[in-house]
T-cell receptor, first 113, second 113 residues
């Protein structure tokens, strides 16, 4: 079945540091890929998405590129801020036409001033 | 603005009691989902529905039930609460035929004593 593997956290960075959170997936066909963010005490919200190979999703300075050849969708940001501290989830929706989404276990990011 | 709400936000109950968590969305989405979030497991799907009168089991459905009598609501019932069901519960919805993007509620923190 479908699965998502993302790097274990927590990740602690200083403000303005470069961020990479690795995500790889297993799925048949061409799934849609997502990054969601969860701020403390809140539900998840979509950060960015990519629906086909080589697509780059971007939002709020975050980027991720859909790499079919390496089955990866790594999240990057050039300069993190304290306000980026949150839990980040990589997720996929399979290509079989159904609407279920498979989530990774989440990576907690803490940015210190 | 459209939204998805959950109630209560916090609940403490005793082992063996029946508990119902409410989820209401005004997106007019056909698809609705219930997840539980536990440390180390990320989000796990409990039940989901693709429309009125449709319900399906997810990966961790034992001890839970749902019913869908209208588009807006998908209540989650714990038939006989157990300590293992202490968790944070999230409801989500998505549009039919879309790329799978889900909209999440703020969550319900349930403690079973």
């Amino acid at each position: 079945g479908d699965s998502v593997t993302q790097m274990e956290g927590p990740v602690t960075l200083s403000e303005e540091a470069f961020l990479t959170i690795n995500c790889t997936y297993t799925a048949t066909g061409y799934p849609s890929l997502f990054w969601y963010v969860q701020y403390p005490g809140e539900g998840l919200q979509l950060l960015l998405k990519a629906t086909k190979a080589d697509d780059k999703g971007s939002n709020k300075g975050f980027e991720a590129t859909y790499r079919k050849e390496t089955t990866s969708f790594h999240l990057e940001k050039g300069s993190v801020q304290v306000s980026d501290s949150a839990v980040y989830f990589c997720a996929l929706r399979g290509s079989g036409g159904y609407q279920k989404v498979t989530f990774g276990t989440g990576t907690k990011l803490q940015v210190i001033p | 603005d459209a939204e998805i709400t959950q109630s209560p936000r916090h609940k403490i109950t005793e082992t063996g009691r029946q508990v119902t968590l409410a989820c209401h969305q005004t997106w007019n989405h056909n698809n609705m989902f219930w997840y539980r979030q536990d440390l180390g497991h990320g989000l796990r799907l409990i039940h989901y529905s693709y429309g009125v009168q449709d319900t399906n089991k997810g990966e961790v459905s034992d001890g839970y039930s749902v019913s869908r009598s209208n588009t807006e609501d998908l209540p989650l019932t714990l038939e006989s609460a157990a300590s293992s069901q202490t968790s944070v519960y999230f409801c989500a919805s998505s549009a039919p035929g879309g790329n799978g993007e889900q909209y999440f509620g703020p969550g319900t923190r349930l403690t079973v004593t």
